[in-house]
């Protein structure tokens, strides 16, 4: 009994030396390991940091602390190695998040871009640019901060032909007025001098706007692409094709805000060769001429002349009007035709000699009256003289 008491002490001795050698093994920690952990920690603040100058100064001072540690007197793999793993991942983080900025600021297949949205864009990247020179040498090697340099530059000059398309396609009134009221309104006009000759009545209600919407759309025109001049965005010659374009649009009422439907006598159509404000029914109302009975110019019985207009000419039996290639309006009878001069006041006479005779065509608005002749100023009128026996004939309209 006494033998076997002893046995089972020296049994239980055995395992409580044993357990405490395991205990003793288990909480011995490598020399290493704070150092590592403590490199993980620096390198997971880095990361975490949203200032990119702070971010590429700490990096800086992480690898600095890298090569102290490489000289000490006995510097330990795992330690080396954690450094190396952290500092690639940081750059490589920068330098992605280097490519976003730069993809982000591509030009977008997706959706249209506006030169606001654009110049934002390259307003990004010149951020970036500023950025990156901190980097060099730190993120970046000379070669691939050289490289990374031309990708920035080379997305700027997408972005800034992606302004010139979008400033040479514009079809917005908008944009010209707001340049003029930038520009202009400020004193400070761009592009070459400008103002318009005086307009033939009825002009503003051809295109459809009026005087002051008008001069501030033409006037914003040269403010808005002499504007894109200035700043390098559009040269010279484009900016005189886009003007030409925006003052044809202008002109053909693309920016009207009211109807440009026009069914009353308008002098600037006329001018121009519509008489489509004409088209309808006119019966004559008075006629006349020389009998050379010594009793000169002098009202003649009706004889029922027909006066008869289209959108591009207007003829009676003796002559007809109309406006030919270079925008020049003609007076054509049996012996010819000969190009118009026009005269405007209240009224509108057009003029022409064919050989030997003169005619005459005068256009009278409403409210405007007729000097010495048979006349209803409530109504349009329109009359024909020909120096042919000072014949004359008036037309109203019905």
């Given at each position: 009994m006494k033998r076997s008491f002893s046995v089972v002490t020296v049994i239980l001795t055995f395992i409580i030396l044993l357990s405490g050698c395991k205990s003793q093994s288990q909480s011995k920690t490598n020399p290493y390991d704070s150092k590592v952990t403590s490199v993980n920690k620096t390198a997971e603040k880095i990361k975490s940091?949203?200032?990119?100058?702070k971010k590429v100064s700490s990096l800086k001072d992480f690898e600095d602390d890298y090569q102290k540690y490489q000289h000490t007197k006995k510097p330990y793999k795992q330690v080396n190695s954690a450094y190396h793993h952290q500092i690639k991942t940081i750059k490589s983080s920068i330098q992605d998040s280097n490519k976003s900025t730069i993809k982000s600021a591509s030009v977008s297949k997706s959706k249209e871009e506006t030169q606001a949205s654009l110049e934002k864009k390259i307003s990004n990247l010149n951020d970036l640019k500023k950025e990156v020179e901190a980097e060099k040498e730190i993120v970046y090697t000379s070669p691939d901060f050289e490289n990374l340099n031309k990708d920035i530059d080379k997305q700027i000059e997408k972005n800034k032909a992606g302004i010139t398309s979008a400033i040479l396609s514009?079809?917005?009134s908008k944009k010209y007025i707001d340049a003029y009221n930038q520009f202009s309104m400020q004193n400070n006009p761009k592009g070459e001098s400008r103002g318009s000759t005086p307009r033939a009545k009825g002009f503003y209600e051809t295109v459809g706007l009026s005087e002051k919407d008008y001069f501030a759309i033409y006037t914003g025109i040269f403010d808005y692409y002499g504007n894109a001049v200035e700043q390098g965005l559009i040269t010279k010659v484009?900016?005189?094709?886009?003007?030409?374009?925006?003052?044809?649009?202008l002109l053909a009422g693309k920016y009207a805000t009211k109807s440009t439907v026009?069914?009353?006598?308008?002098?600037?159509?006329?001018?121009?060769g519509d008489y489509s404000g004409l088209i309808g029914s006119w019966k004559e109302v008075s006629e006349g001429g020389s009998m050379h009975d010594g009793q000169g110019v002098r009202e003649l019985p009706l004889t029922g002349q027909k006066l008869n207009i289209t959108k591009y000419?207007?003829?009676?039996s003796q002559v007809s009007m109309t406006q030919k290639d270079g925008?020049?309006?003609?007076?054509?009878?049996?012996?010819?035709?000969?190009?118009?001069?026009?005269d405007e006041s209240d009224s509108l006479s057009v003029e022409a000699t064919i050989g030997s005779q003169i005619y005459m065509i005068e256009f009278y608005p409403k409210g405007v009256p007729m000097a010495e002749e048979k006349d209803n100023s409530n109504?349009?009128?329109?009359?024909?003289?020909s120096s042919n026996d000072s014949y004359y004939e008036i037309f109203e309209r019905a």
């Open positions: 940091e949203h200032d990119i100058s514009t079809t917005s484009q900016s005189d094709d886009a003007f030409q374009e925006a003052q044809s649009k026009i069914h009353n006598m308008n002098f600037y159509q006329i001018e121009n000419k207007i003829n009676d925008g020049i309006t003609y007076f054509t009878d049996q012996n010819g035709s000969e190009p118009a001069t026009f109504k349009e009128r329109i009359m024909i003289h």
